[in-house]
């Protein structure tokens, strides 16, 4: 199983994404380090990326997870996967991935971001990544968890959800 947690940034997807793995003693990456150089630069300058740009960083996500699927080793990953079009080049047809949204009010999410040092990515861009939103569909399967508790409580209560340890 490879769990993909998502959300817009600043929703908590490392630290949740990370505590999660170490839980599950599961692989971990980071969707940051996926983005090719150009993506860091725009994000830097305060440039919301385009579907264009993040075409080849969902590629090499969708490559990270179909290694882990191919060898047998379970997983998580974090990524925004702000829109359908981005879950389903990393979820679907691969019935071993499940997605986790971390869902948070704007203004909770704001005061996170401006909290936090040293992220490349400008709580300026965070209007671009709730007008991107896409809240998922029912029939995407995705675990929805509400932001508003600490990151213990939020794998507690992905991990209730999943109940990883039938599939993993």
């Not at 009010?105 to 990515?121: C, L, P, S, W």
Request: with cysteine; glycine share 10%.
């Amino acid at each position: 199983m490879v769990i993909v947690v998502a959300g817009v940034s600043g929703s908590g997807k490392s630290t949740v994404g990370r505590l999660l793995a170490e839980r599950l003693g599961w692989e971990y990456a980071e969707a940051d380090d996926f983005h090719p150089p150009a993506n860091i630069a725009k994000m830097r300058g305060g440039t919301p990326l385009t579907d264009a740009d993040r075409r080849p960083w969902l590629r090499a996500i969708a490559a990270w997870i179909d290694e882990r699927i191919a060898a047998g080793r379970p997983g998580v990953v974090t990524c925004s996967a702000l829109k359908r079009a981005y879950r389903e080049p990393l979820a679907g047809g691969r019935p071993g991935v499940r997605l986790v949204m971390l869902d948070g009010d704007r203004d909770v999410i704001e005061a996170r971001m401006k909290a936090r040092k040293g992220h490349f990515f400008s709580a300026d861009l965070l209007d671009s990544q709730f007008a991107d939103l896409e809240r998922p569909a029912p029939e995407e399967d995705v675990v929805i968890v509400p932001v508003e508790d600490g990151p213990e409580q939020i794998v507690d209560r992905i991990l209730t959800e999943l109940r990883p340890s039938d599939g993993a």
